[in-house]
């Protein structure tokens, strides 16, 4: 029973590292630091401040053109990458 016991308090403690460490790889990672997202929520945060209508749609379209910019230069940026 002892044996039992002490080999679930092993077993509990190498899984804390464990899933530590797959949270420190969901939010690092590939997606560190994407323009994409980061122009997105800077848009979602512009259209949301956005005072009347007039505002909301020239907001829209700035958004729009950066998005479609960001996603340029991401791919643009994957394309001359070496994958070996």
Known sequence: MRTFIIAAA?????????????AQ???GGYYRHDPVRAEMRECRRELRHARNRW???????E?????????YERARHHRHRRHY
């Open 10 to 22: 092993g077993l509990a403690a190498a899984m804390i590292p464990m899933s530590g460490a797959s």
């Open 63 to 71: 958004c729009r053109r950066e998005i479609a910019r960001a996603r």
């Open 55 to 61: 505002e909301y749609r020239r907001e829209l379209a």
């Open 25 to 27: 790889y969901r939010g």
